[in-house]
């Protein structure tokens, strides 16, 4: 979901005026598109970039004095909602329709082990098991998924998710799980078994870790 309308109005209107001028806007010019004073966009701009959302250079420009400019940064363009998940519904039916069951569920595995890979050396860190399937449960959290995990005696756990980051792929294509599941079995080196799943009408998403708990 966008965060853009956690924004106030003015601050939504600076960053959609920012979006629109990708090169960047000195205070003067953004005072002059949003028809506030310097101030109110001086104010915005420090509020903005506390938060990450802008970043601020100078201007290259031949004649007088450089003029500071600002910009969206990285985190500002994440504030406005791409559809990722209508293109990601018509390359999976592709490959399901032109190439497939078993390559999707291939692809699938492939796509969770690339994932995987971004976060390994975070996991490596950790000595313990337990340690590790925490560190897991704190990545996926930063992906979007609502994640914790419940352990069990003799050292067995389950990653315990209350949503599903790809839910209605999942019920459509419900595969789309084997994604989960090989980025999990990736990261822990070990196996994994979907015991529950929001998809199929279950409270939540279950995966034990080893396929022992349970």
Excluded at 151 to 160: A, F, L, R, V, W
């Amino acid at each position: 979901m966008s965060a853009l309308p956690f924004l106030g109005q003015s601050q939504q209107s600076l960053v959609t005026v920012l979006l629109r001028h990708r090169k960047g806007l000195t205070v003067d010019e953004l005072s002059q598109l949003l028809s506030i004073s310097r101030n109110a966009v001086n104010q915005h701009l420090s509020s903005l970039a506390n938060n990450g959302l802008i970043q601020s250079a100078l201007s290259s420009s031949t004649g007088g004095r450089p003029s500071k400019i600002y910009s969206l940064s990285p985190s500002g363009l994440e504030l406005f909602q791409r559809r990722y998940s209508f293109i990601a519904k018509l390359l999976i039916s592709w490959v399901d329709k032109n190439l497939g069951e078993n390559e999707l569920q291939a692809c699938l595995q492939s796509l969770g082990e690339q994932m995987a890979g971004e976060f390994e050396s975070r996991v490596a860190k950790h000595i313990s098991a337990a340690d590790q399937v925490r560190e897991v449960a704190a990545i996926m959290c930063e992906l979007g998924y609502d994640a914790s995990v419940k352990e069990h005696p003799g050292n067995d756990s389950e990653i315990i998710v209350n949503n599903c980051i790809f839910y209605q792929l999942a019920e459509e294509h419900q595969g789309i799980c084997e994604l989960d599941k090989s980025f999990l079995m990736t990261l822990l080196k070990t196996e994994i078994q979907h015991k529950d799943c929001i998809v199929r009408k279950g409270d939540y998403c279950c995966f034990a870790v080893g396929g022992q708990s349970g």
